[in-house]
C-alpha cells in the first residue's frame, strides 16, 4: 500500500510569491488532513477534509492559505503571498477510520523556505 | 483542550527498556491516548493508542491508570534507531473526528 505522499519535498521562493503544496492520500481514506511546524514552535493543525468538504478549518493562520480536495482525492493547500513567517514543515495526513483509532498516517511533508 | 506535558529529553542505551511518561490532567472522557513518533526529515508514525489500562502491540506497550491522567509509552529493548522525537497527544473529538494536538515531545537519544 502506498503511503502519503507530498509534492515538492522542498521548496524555496520569495516574499510575495505563490507556492503550491500537494498531498496525495492513501487510495481509499476519505479523511485529510494538513499540519504545519513552523520554526521551533510544535507541530499545529491546519485543517481536516472529509472526502471534498472542509470538516474544520479552524487552524488556518489566514486568508493567504487555500486548501482544495477536489474529487475528494488528492489535496492542494496554496499559499499566496507567501510570508517569511511561513517558512516551516507542512505536513499532510489521511486516515480511514473518522476517530483515526488506527492512527493517521503521514507523509514526509514539504519543507517551505520564503525568503 | 486536553494539554500534554512531557519531558523535553532522554537518554538511554541500546538494549535498555525506556519508559516515558506523559501527564494530561485535563484528559476528557472521550479522548483517546495516541502516541507518535518522528524521524528527522519523516512525518510522525503512528506507535500505539489506548483509552485505558494496558495495550500492547509488536511495537510498544502504553500504560493508562484508572484516573487517565497520565499514560506511560514503553519501549522494550531499544536500539540505536529508536533515536526519535516522541510525541503524546490526546485527541479532540469533534463532531465525531479526532483533531490531534501535538506538544513539544521527548527527544530520545540511544547511545551504543
Known amino acids: 500500500e502506498a503511503g502519503v505522499t507530498q509534492f515538492p519535498s522542498h521548496s524555496v521562493i520569495e516574499k510575495g510569491q505563490t507556492v503550491t503544496l500537494r498531498c496525495d492520500p492513501i487510495?481509499?481514506?476519505?479523511?485529510l488532513y494538513w499540519y504545519r511546524r513552523v520554526m521551533g514552535k510544535e507541530i499545529k493543525f491546519l485543517l481536516h477534509?472529509?472526502?471534498?468538504?472542509?470538516?474544520?478549518e479552524s487552524g488556518m493562520p489566514n486568508n493567504r492559505f487555500l486548501a482544495e480536495r477536489t474529487g475528494g482525492t488528492y489535496s492542494t493547500l496554496k499559499v499566496q503571498p507567501a510570508e517569511l513567517e511561513d517558512s516551516g514543515v507542512y505536513f499532510c495526513?489521511?486516515?480511514?477510520?473518522?476517530?483515526?483509532?488506527?492512527?493517521?498516517?503521514f507523509g514526509s511533508g514539504t519543507r517551505l523556505t520564503v525568503v | 483542550l486536553a494539554k500534554t506535558t512531557q519531558p523535553i529529553s532522554m537518554d538511554s542505551y541500546e538494549g535498555q527498556e525506556v519508559n516515558i511518561t506523559c501527564s494530561h490532567n485535563?484528559?476528557?472522557?472521550?479522548?483517546?491516548i495516541t502516541w507518535y513518533q518522528q524521524f528527522p526529515s519523516q512525518g510522525p508514525r503512528f506507535i500505539i493508542q489506548?483509552?485505558?489500562t494496558k495495550v500492547t502491540n509488536e511495537v510498544a506497550s502504553l500504560f493508562i491508570p484508572a484516573d487517565r491522567k497520565s499514560s506511560t509509552l514503553s519501549l522494550p529493548r531499544v536500539s540505536l534507531s529508536d533515536t526519535a522525537v516522541y510525541y503524546c497527544?490526546?485527541?479532540?473529538?469533534?463532531?465525531?473526528?479526532?483533531?490531534?494536538?501535538f506538544g513539544a515531545g521527548t527527544r530520545l537519544a540511544v547511545h551504543p
Open positions: 489506548g483509552y485505558k
Open positions: 485535563n484528559i476528557a472522557t472521550n479522548d483517546y
Open positions: 487510495s481509499g481514506h476519505d479523511n
Open positions: 495526513a489521511s486516515s480511514q477510520d473518522p476517530g483515526a483509532v488506527y492512527g493517521y498516517t
Open positions: 497527544l490526546v485527541g479532540v473529538f469533534s463532531g465525531g473526528y479526532n483533531k490531534l494536538i
Open positions: 477534509f472529509v472526502k471534498e468538504s472542509k470538516q474544520d
